[in-house]
């Protein structure tokens, strides 16, 4: 049994197929997913989709690349939508500094009162890091994102960041790269990260896991990242299984 801590079943992607995507999950053993929101024609749909599976969570917040277009209204509408009994976390939100639509200091300003509403609302956060990891560990320091913790969503940099992390109380989750041949970073993080702090994901429809990588993704294949793992940690995939699975129970605090 599996825990895909963060898909975009929302996604255009999947309008097509996404029945047939969310069976083929279940079939794998994939029991549990969040679907993470990230504007305003996503954030209803992950809602819709967690409340037509019993199994599938949902998480709402405004994606750092659109932060330009995040109004108080956009803020006030999670807020709002935060109380929804299928919503597990506020996110995704964090600094992207690999596009360049919303600036910076946007970016930045956007990043810290999704916090603030976290913390407000007492729900985890998801973090979304591109390129910035210094700045997001500088803010979350800063807004005291400790308070409620969070994942740090698809961990793509240097292991030496993780202690930082762990000390605020967030889990380290790692997806597809971990498979990459070329990818020496999150290999290292899948040894090091203790284990009541790992986390699995496929972030579908992106990052495929090897062998699918370029393909569009699918949260069956986070079977093939918690493989991975075990190979790497000379553990079972078994017991990758449950440890991944018992700690986002324990992090999205869903009772079984
Ligand atoms: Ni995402």
Redesign the pocket.
Same mark, same amino acid.
């Given at each position: 049994m599996l825990f895909d801590t963060?898909v +975009?079943l929302n996604a255009t992607q999947f309008t097509e197929d996404r029945n047939e995507v969310i069976k083929r999950a279940f079939d794998t053993g994939i029991k549990y997913m969040v679907v993470?929101g990230?504007d305003r024609e996503t954030i209803p749909l992950a809602i819709e989709i967690a409340e037509q599976n019993e199994t599938i969570y949902a998480a709402v917040g405004w994606h750092p690349v659109d932060a330009i277009d995040m109004t108080d209204a956009e803020l006030a509408w999670i807020e709002e939508l935060s109380s929804h009994p299928k919503v597990v976390a506020i996110g995704?939100m964090g600094l992207d500094y690999h596009w360049d639509k919303s600036p910076k200091e946007v970016q930045k300003e956007v990043f810290r009162k999704q916090i603030r509403l976290a913390k407000k609302v007492n729900m985890p956060i998801i973090i +979304?890091n591109r390129e910035a990891t210094e700045d997001i560990i500088e803010i979350m320091q800063e807004e005291d994102a400790k308070q409620v913790g969070g994942i740090m +969503?698809c961990y793509n940099d240097s292991a030496r960041y993780v202690q930082t992390c762990l000390d605020m109380n967030f889990y380290i989750s790692l997806g597809g790269p971990v498979t990459f041949k070329n990818a020496p970073l999150p290999k290292e993080v899948a040894q090091q990260v203790p284990l009541d702090r790992l986390l699995v994901e496929t972030?579908a429809p992106f990052l495929a896991p090897h062998p699918n990588r370029g393909k569009r993704n699918e949260p069956a294949y986070v079977k093939l990242v918690a493989e991975k793992i075990a190979e790497l940690r000379e553990m079972s995939f078994d017991e990758i299984s449950k440890i991944t699975t018992e700690n986002a129970f324990s992090l999205f605090n869903i009772k079984k």
């Open positions: 963060h +975009h993470v990230f995704e +979304h +969503h972030d």
